[in-house]
C-alpha cells in the first residue's frame, strides 16, 4: 500500500487520559478510524488543520451516541429509589432522551453537510477560503460541546449508577470530556469566528 493511501482500520479498546490520543478515544465509541498521513493534509488545496478539528467533533459525537444507547437500555429496566416507575416513564426523561437525540443529530447532520459541500468545493478550485474555513472550525467546535451537553445530561441522569466503573456511563463522561479539554474545543473558536461573522478582524491562527 503507499504511503498516501488513507487507511480504513479499527483501533484497539481503551480509554482516553491524559497520556493518550484523540484518535484513540474513537475506540469506545467503536468507530472506525480514518487514518491519513499528515503530509497530505499539508499540501495546498486540502483541508489542513479543518481534518483534525472534524476528527475531533467525530468523537465528540460518537462518545455521546454511545451514551445515549446504553442511556435507554437503563431507563428500561431502572426504578430509581423511592420511585414506582422506570425512568422510561418519566416525563422528564422522556424529553431529556428527545432532545438528545435532536442535538445529535442536528450538530451530525450539519458537520456531515458542511465537509461534503467544502470539500467538493476545494477539490474543484483548489484551495479552501476564510469562509470555509470558519464554518469548519464552527461546526466542529459546536459538535464538540453538543456532544458534552448531551453526555453531562445523560450521565446525572443516571443517578448513582453512572459513577460505577463497571458501567459505561463514568468512562464516556471522562471520555468526552477529554476531547472538549483539548485546541480543538475552545470556547475560543466560538469568538474567533463571531468575530469573522461581524466583520471584525479575527485571529486565524488556529483555522
Given at each position: 500500500?503507499?504511503p498516501?493511501?488513507?487507511l480504513?482500520?479499527?483501533?484497539p479498546n481503551?480509554?482516553l487520559?491524559?497520556?493518550?490520543?484523540a484518535?484513540l478515544?474513537?475506540v469506545r465509541?467503536?468507530?472506525?478510524?480514518i487514518?491519513?498521513?499528515?503530509?497530505?493534509?499539508r499540501?495546498p488545496?486540502?483541508l489542513?488543520?479543518?481534518?483534525?478539528?472534524?476528527?475531533?467533533?467525530?468523537v465528540?459525537?460518537?462518545?455521546?451516541?454511545?451514551?445515549?444507547?446504553?442511556?435507554i437500555?437503563?431507563?428500561?429496566?431502572?426504578i430509581p429509589?423511592?420511585?414506582?416507575?422506570t425512568?422510561?416513564?418519566?416525563?422528564?426523561i422522556?424529553?431529556?432522551v428527545?432532545?438528545?437525540?435532536?442535538?445529535l443529530?442536528?450538530?451530525?447532520?450539519w458537520?456531515?453537510q458542511s465537509?461534503?459541500?467544502?470539500?467538493a468545493?476545494?477539490?474543484q478550485?483548489?484551495?479552501i477560503?476564510l469562509?470555509?474555513r470558519?464554518t469548519?472550525?464552527?461546526?466542529?467546535?459546536f459538535?464538540?460541546?453538543?456532544g458534552?451537553?448531551v453526555?453531562?445530561?445523560l450521565?446525572q441522569?443516571?443517578?448513582?449508577?453512572?459513577?460505577?466503573?463497571?458501567?459505561?456511563?463514568?468512562r464516556?463522561?471522562r471520555?468526552?470530556h477529554?476531547?472538549a479539554q483539548?485546541?480543538?474545543?475552545?470556547q475560543?473558536?466560538?469568538e474567533?469566528?463571531?468575530?469573522?461573522?461581524?466583520?471584525?478582524?479575527a485571529?486565524t491562527g488556529w483555522?
Open positions: 500500500m503507499s498516501s493511501t488513507p480504513l482500520r479499527p483501533l481503551m480509554a487520559d491524559a497520556s493518550r490520543t484518535t478515544v474513537a465509541t467503536a468507530v472506525l478510524v487514518v491519513v498521513p499528515i503530509e497530505s493534509l499540501r488545496g486540502t489542513g488543520s479543518g481534518a483534525d478539528a472534524g476528527g475531533f467533533a467525530g465528540a459525537l460518537g462518545i455521546a451516541r454511545g451514551m445515549l444507547g446504553h442511556f437500555e437503563l431507563a428500561r429496566d431502572k429509589r423511592g420511585a414506582r416507575n425512568l422510561r416513564n418519566n416525563n422528564v422522556q424529553s431529556q428527545a432532545q438528545a437525540e435532536a442535538r443529530s442536528s450538530a451530525r447532520g458537520l456531515l465537509f461534503e459541500t467544502i470539500t468545493a476545494v477539490a478550485r483548489g484551495h477560503t469562509d470555509e470558519m469548519i472550525r464552527l461546526a466542529s467546535t459538535a464538540i460541546h453538543t458534552v451537553e453526555v453531562d445530561v450521565y441522569a443516571a443517578g448513582a449508577t453512572a459513577i460505577f466503573n463497571e458501567n459505561p456511563f463514568e464516556r463522561f471520555d468526552v477529554s476531547v483539548q485546541l480543538q474545543g475552545r475560543q473558536h466560538f474567533t469566528v463571531g468575530q469573522h461573522l461581524m466583520g471584525l478582524e485571529d483555522l
